[in-house]
């Protein structure tokens, strides 16, 4: 266990990865399941669903915890061991739900696209999309991305992204690759 700014929270490491692969943390944001009263489901999922991106390199559970949740992101984000920090939960309009100001209150960078094209795919699904607040964003070379707390919209937002996250990282290893895929082929 590591302490960070007086809590407890429990880690893993998930292994190391090559270069051209995204390296990925998970935090999850959930009351209930940082006191063991549910079973975090949407992890494992996210977990699954970025294999072919790259590899999970770290993962966490919190409360819902302002303090304790904007730390931790900045920790993650300023030791420069992930590349995406993707937060799962805590994005809705319960009093609770604070994972939008804490990822606000860290980033550097909006990258409200992101954000805007998950709203708008998931609104295809659920007009309930319209009720997410989820926010991403750049600190330092991280990229911070809030998810829906469900496994199955965790990963779908996840989908409406995939595109452009490896391209993303790209830019923000400033790998002089990255240039090569801003135009498409058009007939």
Do not use: C
């Amino acid at each position: 266990m590591k302490s960070v700014a007086g809590s407890v929270w429990n880690y893993t490491f998930m292994g190391k990865t090559s270069p051209e692969d995204i390296r990925f943390a998970i935090l999850t944001v959930s009351d209930r399941s940082a006191r063991g009263e549910r079973a975090d489901l949407s992890a494992p999922a996210l977990q699954q669903a970025v294999k072919d991106l790259g590899q999970v390199m770290h993962t966490a559970i919190l409360p819902d915890d302002y303090h304790l949740l904007r730390d931790t992101l900045a920790a993650w984000a300023d030791e420069g061991h992930f590349d995406v920090i993707l937060t799962i939960g805590g994005t809705g309009f319960t009093p609770r739900d604070v994972t939008p100001e804490a990822t606000l209150a860290v980033i550097e960078r909006h990258t409200p696209g992101l954000a805007e094209a998950m709203r708008t795919a998931s609104l295809k699904i659920t007009p309930h999309a319209m009720l997410s607040r989820a926010e991403a964003g750049i600190r330092k070379r991280t990229l911070i991305v809030n998810l829906p707390g469900g496994p199955r919209a965790a990963v779908e937002n996840l989908d409406v992204i995939r595109p452009v996250l490896s391209h993303a990282v790209q830019l923000l290893r400033d790998d002089s690759a990255a240039e090569q895929g801003h135009h498409s082929a058009k007939a």
